[in-house]
């Protein structure tokens, strides 16, 4: 079991990516209370997920016209080599997301959506019929506590410019509800107007990104002191 499950999809490095800067102060902080042992990291950025391939549409495909399937039952429907890689190149990364009791997601905005490391992780996790259970069809992630944090160079409130433009943290909602995460037990955390120090034209909004980062920080404080221990060790 890994309690905690933390993911950085940033280009950027610490120093210059605001949704490591708090995905980072969530993790110290839960690792504070709750140690090591069951943290888990993966940083999609400086290790991309491979794109999938034919092969891999190739296996989905043949897997979904048996329904739901047990995931043990999978490699009995892989042909050849080519699916046998992809299938070894996705199971590890939806065991990890099953083993974890709280994923905690940094997202950059990249053209008013995801960052394309993030979108190659979803792509390849999203196998069909990994996250249902294949004899209840019961959502398996539904326990699982999630804190995704967004962090955008401009800012898409109601009456903003850009209202409308926002394809990162909606998109992200409804990605992470039909996975099966069950809706109150997903936060998202936002951090707006992260350009406003570099950019001129955003300058007369510096004092709102501040706000904005100062409410950010605060509520991973809060979330990361709130969020449940691991299971009781058994030694
Ligand atoms: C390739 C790229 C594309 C971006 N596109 C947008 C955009 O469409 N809208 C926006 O508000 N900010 C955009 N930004 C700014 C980032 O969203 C902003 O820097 C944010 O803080 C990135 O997350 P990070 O600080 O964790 O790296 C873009 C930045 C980069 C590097």
């Given amino acids: 079991v890994t309690a905690l499950l933390h ?13 490591r800067q708090l995905t980072q102060l969530f993790a110290n902080t839960w690792q504070k209370l709750h140690g090591t042992t069951h943290y888990r990291y993966r940083d999609l950025a400086a290790n991309p997920t491979p794109l999938i391939t034919s092969a891999y549409c190739a296996l989905g495909i043949r897997v979904e016209r048996h329904g739901v399937i047990p995931l043990d039952t999978v490699d009995t429907l892989v042909t050849g080599q080519a699916e046998q890689g992809e299938w070894d190149r996705t199971r590890p990364l939806i065991n990890e997301i099953l ?23 979803i792509d390849r996790i999203s196998f069909p019929g990994a996250f249902i259970e294949p004899n209840t069809g019961e959502k398996r992630l539904r326990d699982t506590t999630t804190i995704v944090v967004c962090a955008r160079g401009g800012s898409y409130e109601p009456g903003d410019p850009r209202e409308g433009f926002d394809f990162q943290a909606p998109y992200l909602r409804k990605y992470l509800t039909n996975l099966g995460i069950a809706e109150n037990n997903l936060t998202f955390v936002n951090a707006d107007l992260t350009r406003s120090a570099d950019i001129p034209g955003l300058a007369p909004f510096r004092q709102r990104a501040a706000d904005s980062l100062a409410a950010a920080r605060d509520t991973m404080l809060e979330l990361a002191t709130r969020t449940r221990t691991a299971p009781a060790a058994t030694h």
């Avoid at 993911?7 to 210059?16: C, E, F, G, N, V």
């Fill in 7 to 19: 993911l950085d999809s940033s280009a950027s490095t610490t120093h210059h990516s605001t949704s």
């Fill in 99 to 121: 083993a974890a009791d709280t994923v905690l997601l940094g997202a950059p905005m990249y053209n008013f959506s995801v960052s394309s490391a993030l979108k190659a992780w």
